[in-house]
Nanobody, 122 residues
Framework: VQFVESGGGVVQTGGSLRLSCATP????????LAWFRQAPGNEREGVSC????????YYADSAKGRFSISRDIANNILYLEMNNLKPEDSSLYYC????????????????WGRGTQVTVSS
């Protein structure tokens, strides 16, 4: 199974993007799923997560109030709606299986994609 992200691009500060993660052959309710980002020289950061059990959603402090994670179970697609983007949001974004919690979003190395680049210009 290979996750495939799309929807990245270059936007101005304050702009919006909607990222998609296609998961062919994978059932979205099998594992928790998350969006991570990693910029060159930085550690991976869990941005948002959706649990498999009750569809609870979790957000990093940097994403709260601006990003929204959702999933289309029928079509096996995970989304990340990003609004009011800032230059510090510039990064490679990728979707992956994950453990979700209020304290942190943990990468679970079962399935992940190669990512889509988001660049926010000032």
């Amino acid at each position: 199974v290979q996750f495939v992200e799309s929807g990245g691009g270059v936007v101005q500060t304050g702009g919006s993007l909607r990222l998609s993660c296609a998961t062919p052959g994978f059932t979205l309710t099998t594992y928790g799923l998350a969006w991570f980002r990693q910029a060159p020289g930085n550690e991976r950061e869990g941005v948002s997560c959706i649990s498999t059990s009750d569809s609870s959603t979790y957000y990093a402090d940097s994403a709260k109030g601006r990003f929204s994670i959702s999933r289309d179970i029928a079509n096996n697609i995970l989304y990340l709606e990003m609004n009011n983007l800032k230059p510090e949001d510039s990064s490679l974004y990728y979707c992956a299986t994950a453990y979700c919690s209020d304290m942190n979003i943990f990468f679970r190395a079962v399935y992940w994609g190669r990512g889509t680049q988001v660049t926010v210009s000032s």
